[in-house]
């Protein structure tokens, strides 16, 4: 089955600089890569994804990068701002529909 | 994208008693899920509740202790029996259209005494 692994599990930046969160999974056959955010209280959001037919996605300041024959793709935050701070989860498909979640990266930007 | 509520937000029940989650989606999906999330933790997947037949579990959690059901393809409920405090958690519905993207409910908080 999918396994996926994240890190960093805590990251501290300071208001500006850039954030980078990197996941690996397992199974080849995953061709659709989403990342969470989560607020704390608040449910998961989508906030970017990427399927397996490009290398990167970018929307404004995040952007995600995919590297499917080392198996990962990474989520990078430019210009960080206070909001930004939240729990964010990247995860990999398994038998078609399931999602796989990654442990988690706490972000703290501060100002 | 679809917009998701779970009933009740949050609850607070004594051991041995069974809560009833209720997931409602405001168009037609075609999977709907279940997922725990224990404090600081990741989304664990508890079963994919299919539509007019029985939900598919995933390892480690079993009908008996998380019945579900889905009558139709907006609505779906999650019962948590005879809980214990082990059981203290957000559970969490989430549902897809496309296959790919998905969406979850605010979550259910619940504490077991």
């Known amino acids: 089955g999918e396994n996926v692994e994240q890190h960093p599990s805590t990251l501290s930046v300071q208001e500006g600089d850039s954030a980078v969160i990197k996941c690996t999974y397992s199974d080849s056959a995953s061709n659709y890569f989403p990342w969470y955010k989560q607020e704390l209280g608040k449910r998961p959001q989508l906030i970017i994804d990427?399927?397996?037919?490009?290398g990167e996605k970018k929307d404004q300041r995040i952007a995600v990068t995919l590297n499917k024959t080392a198996k990962h793709f990474s989520l990078h935050i430019t210009e960080t701002q206070p909001e930004d701070s939240a729990v964010y989860f990247c995860a990999a498909p398994y038998n078609t529909d399931k999602l796989i979640f990654g442990t988690g990266t706490r972000l703290q930007v501060f100002p | 994208s679809a917009v998701i509520s779970q009933k009740p937000s949050r609850d607070i029940c004594q051991r041995g008693t069974s809560l009833t989650i209720q997931c409602q989606v405001d168009?037609?999906?075609?999977?709907m899920f279940w997922y725990r999330q224990q404090p600081g933790q990741s989304l664990t997947l508890i079963a994919t509740a299919n539509q007019g037949s029985e939900a598919t579990y995933e390892s480690g959690f079993v009908i008996d202790k998380f019945p579900i059901s889905r009558p139709n393809l907006t609505f779906s409920t999650l019962t948590v029996s005879n809980m214990s405090p082990e059981d203290s958690s957000i559970y969490l519905c989430?549902?897809?259209?496309?296959?790919?993207?998905?969406?979850f409910g605010p979550g259910t908080r619940l504490t077991v005494l």
């Open positions: 168009s037609q999906v075609t999977m």
């Open positions: 989430s549902g897809t259209s496309s296959g790919d993207e998905q969406f």
């Open positions: 990427i399927r397996s037919n490009v």
